[in-house]
């Protein structure tokens, strides 16, 4: 291990926090009646003590500057804390390093408080062994302050990953590596004139810098979606990989039938309402279709620590061949225990809704394929089967009631891929 300490700035290098700052920037200048800024003189309030920023940036006096902090928190609680997102691949940065054992602590300009609700909303919170940001009072504790209170008892070698000159003047004072967060709002001019001691342009870069070589990617987490055609499924789907993007993980969303180039050809086959085929070739195509997308795209994706979303996986092939063309859900299963080698998920969402209301559904949307013109009594063979999967499926199958509005229904699917996301 390279590091056994490393401390992290929050806004600009965990998070992409601009919007949030900025719309409240915005409000707070509108209000005091001053002139609006905008683009890149806008942008230089995210990561500074905001008394210096609203000083400097507006030409406020020291009053003022009191004042326009006021106003800006009171917004900012309200509109714009969580009004942010996680950079790409800095969950897998911190999961890699919490797994070498080192210590990982917060140091952040931000008060402490707003630190840890942001830490928390984002499933961050539990990679840190402390967090320590400026209390509301104390805008003239310095940056280097607050990396000494970070700082561990005892460390070997330390160093603070920052996006500002002001986290980089801050390591140095303390004594500690100084890092430039590339990603972020800084510039490498800026970075070098605080005598930053690297730059890591990319969160890989950060990687390379803090871990040791032997460390590896961690697996990532396969999600599949489940349910009656017209459950909503690929709605919430699209929704749940928007929510785990902001959390800073890559999201390889996918389907089946296909997601390859092989299996998207087996789908046309498969669902071309003028084709014809018994029930039992129908089982294999999509045991085919299956074990080249396992092979070629969901397992490469979580060697690199990406969240993979499949719209359907195994448990369907079960449910619709298995059930609804009544070929029997253990010989199904069978077949498909060949097809996937062991690739199950970690977990599936089971959008539940009736077979009569997902038929109308669905018949009321688009033109059906050959396998949603079967009727109401597969739809019904399929939806029981769907109920016995959820039964036997121990804790990988997670139930939600689809019924609901499409808001309720998504918060319940993101909670359970939060806490997916937070079992490793």
Not at 102 to 119: E, G, Q, S, W
Not at 325 to 342: C, Q, S
Not at 348 to 366: G, I, K, N
Not at 382 to 410: E, L, P
Request: overall charge negative.
């Amino acid at each position: 291990m390279r590091y056994d300490a490393v401390l992290f700035d929050l806004d600009g290098t965990l998070t992409d926090s601009a919007p949030g700052i900025c719309g409240s920037v915005r409000h707070t200048i509108g209000r005091m009646g001053y002139p609006p800024i905008d683009g890149e003189r806008l942008s230089r309030f995210v990561g500074p003590p905001l008394h210096d920023s609203f000083r400097e940036y507006t030409g406020m006096d020291e009053a003022q500057s009191v004042k326009a902090v006021a106003i800006y928190r009171e917004h900012y609680t309200e509109s714009g804390l969580l009004d942010a997102s996680v950079f790409p691949g800095i969950p897998n940065l911190l999961r890699r390093l919490k797994a070498e054992g080192a210590y990982l602590a917060i140091a952040t300009a931000k008060p402490a408080p707003f630190a840890y609700r942001v830490l928390e909303h984002f499933g961050l919170l539990r990679f840190f062994d402390t967090v320590v940001g400026a209390s509301f009072d104390r805008r003239d504790a310095s940056k280097a302050d607050i990396l000494r209170d970070a700082l561990p008892a005892r460390y070997s070698r330390a160093a603070m990953l920052g996006d500002r000159r002001y986290d980089m003047e801050a390591a140095k004072e303390t004594g500690i590596d100084a890092i430039g967060a590339g990603w972020g709002y800084g510039s490498d001019a800026e970075f070098l004139a605080a005598g930053t001691d690297a730059v890591a342009e990319t969160v890989q870069d950060a990687a390379r810098l803090l871990l040791s070589d032997t460390t590896e990617e961690p697996r990532g987490f396969f999600i599949t979606i489940e349910g009656l055609d017209g459950s909503g499924k690929t709605t919430q789907m699209n929704a749940v990989a928007e929510y785990i993007k902001r959390r800073g993980y890559e999201v390889l969303t996918t389907r089946e039938p296909g997601g390859t180039p092989i299996s998207e050809e087996i789908r046309s086959l498969v669902l071309d309402p003028d084709r014809t085929m018994c029930a039992e070739t129908e089982a294999l195509l999509f045991a085919a279709s299956r074990a080249q997308h396992v092979r070629g795209s969901i397992r490469p994706a979580l060697a690199r620590g990406a969240v993979v979303l499949c719209d359907r996986f195994v448990d369907a092939s079960i449910a619709y061949q298995g059930a609804g063309r009544e070929l029997g859900m253990d010989k199904v299963a069978a077949i498909n225990a060949f097809a996937i080698g062991g690739t199950m998920p970690d977990l599936t969402l089971l959008f539940v809704v009736d077979a009569q209301t997902a038929l109308l559904r669905r018949s009321a949307a688009t033109a059906l394929d050959r396998i949603e013109r079967t009727g109401e009594a597969f739809y019904q063979r399929v939806y029981d089967a769907f109920v016995q999967i959820a039964d036997t499926g121990g804790n990988r199958v997670k139930c939600i009631d689809a019924r609901r509005s499409i808001d309720a229904v998504t918060a319940d699917a993101c909670a359970q891929v939060d806490a997916l996301l937070a079992s490793r």
